[in-house]
């Protein structure tokens, strides 16, 4: 992703395409680097900076636009430092983290700060789409990693999936000042469908308070841009084409807004290919309307956790959603046949039907 003052780069390239492109930007002059970073002069007095790093099992990179190299690479280590932070309290995986404390206790008192802010929001996004958006699908979740992959599903594995699916409830979630308890034995949750959006957040407001204007932050192909007040600086970003992810499916313009999309195309459990890492809180299983997913909303884990959301839903009513909440969006049928759009969905490449 670049500023579209320069070359555009539509999708989130490997760290191999990475390296090919700024040893061309090298080969004009332009570029000096070291030690994961990357610093290119855009013009006289605009330099564009970029680091890239793991993390939540993710590369994430983030790219700044400034005329002072050295304040921009000390902003970007403290975005870095405060993902870092944030990601270690909502995982799932580490048997010593609140989430996984919730999950084997049932309850949890005196919730870090992070924690209370995301399960408020997971919750109230749960509700504006009628348990679309549900935290609680973990039991059904952790039946499908816990299957020899890839899975053919028999009538006991299905007898399981139904079992657990009646776990999932979102309005059995107790969230007070005091901590957060299930009020039904056997629950547990996950925060993968908004975490990564969350901490995306989290790095662009630390980005702003170190007095950065533009930057991105691209996370795995969730990301969230900001512009500042100059309307002319905007930034172009790519939607992989979930029937061949080395291909741009759709380019959309991006400013002070984020990007959050769900797709079916690299996570699989079952051998049909119809079980993946999204699940429909009201079925148990995975849903089937579209390829890709992808929501265009004011901050990463509305978008993220709305790209979820709307897995499930079918067109009409995916509109309808949208619409009550200004999100906008772009969606691939199952079978590569179609795509739709929102109406104001900034796209300037690729072609949707709108409705």
Same mark, same amino acid.
């Given at each position: 992703?670049?500023?579209?003052e320069t070359t555009v780069e539509p =999708?989130? +390239?490997? /760290? /191999?395409?990475? !390296?090919?492109?700024?040893? *061309?930007a090298a080969a004009a002059g332009g570029l000096v680097g070291g030690a994961g970073w990357f610093v290119l002069r855009r013009e006289r007095n605009l330099f564009?900076? =970029?680091?890239?790093?793991? $993390?939540?099992?993710?590369?994430?990179a983030v790219t700044c636009l400034a005329d002072d190299v050295d304040k921009a690479g000390v902003a970007i280590d403290a975005a870095f430092r405060r993902m870092a932070g944030t990601a270690a309290v909502l995982t799932r995986?580490?048997?010593?983290?609140?989430v996984a404390r919730l999950n084997r206790d049932g309850h949890l008192e005196n919730l870090p700060s992070e924690l209370s802010e995301v399960l408020h929001r997971a919750l109230a996004i749960s509700a504006v789409t009628d348990g679309d958006?549900?935290?609680?699908? $973990?039991?059904? !979740?952790?039946f499908f990693e816990s299957m020899r992959q890839p899975a053919v599903l028999d009538a006991a594995d299905r007898e399981q999936i139904g079992d657990k699916d009646r776990l999932i409830d979102y309005r059995r979630i107790a969230l007070d000042a005091k901590g957060v308890r299930f009020t039904h034995p056997g629950m547990a949750i996950t925060l993968d469908g908004l975490a990564k959006g969350y901490v995306i957040d989290q790095g662009i407001a630390s980005l702003k308070a170190s007095g950065i204007e533009s930057a991105l932050v691209d996370a795995g192909g969730d990301v969230r841009a900001i512009s500042g007040s100059d309307s002319n600086r905007q930034w172009h970003v790519g939607i992989v084409d979930p029937a061949d992810i080395n291909k741009v499916a759709a380019i959309v313009t991006l400013r002070n807004a984020a990007l959050g999309t769900s797709g079916n195309y690299r996570i699989f459990y079952?051998?049909?290919?119809?079980?993946?890492?999204?699940? %429909? +809180?009201?079925?148990?299983?995975s849903p089937l309307n579209y390829s890709s997913v992808t929501v265009? *909303?004011?901050? @990463?884990?509305?978008? %993220?956790?709305? &790209?979820?959301?709307?897995?499930?839903?079918?067109? +009409?009513?995916? =509109?309808?959603?949208?619409?009550?909440?200004?999100?906008?969006?772009?969606?691939?049928?199952?079978? *590569?046949? =179609?795509?739709?759009? @929102? &109406? %104001? !969905? +900034?796209?300037? &490449? *690729?072609?949707?039907?709108?409705?």
């Open positions: 992703m670049r500023f579209d =999708r989130s +390239p490997g /760290r /191999r395409k990475i !390296l090919k492109a700024i040893a *061309g564009e900076v =970029r680091r890239e790093q793991t $993390l939540m099992q993710t590369s994430v995986f580490d048997p010593a983290g609140p958006f549900d935290i609680s699908v $973990l039991p059904v !979740l952790q079952s051998s049909d290919k119809t079980l993946f890492h999204v699940i %429909d +809180p009201h079925t148990g299983y265009m *909303g004011e901050t @990463s884990v509305d978008a %993220d956790a709305m &790209s979820v959301a709307a897995a499930s839903m079918p067109v +009409p009513r995916l =509109r309808e959603v949208m619409a009550a909440q200004n999100d906008q969006w772009l969606v691939f049928a199952r079978d *590569g046949s =179609r795509s739709w759009r @929102s &109406s %104001d !969905l +900034p796209q300037v &490449s *690729g072609t949707a039907e709108v409705v």
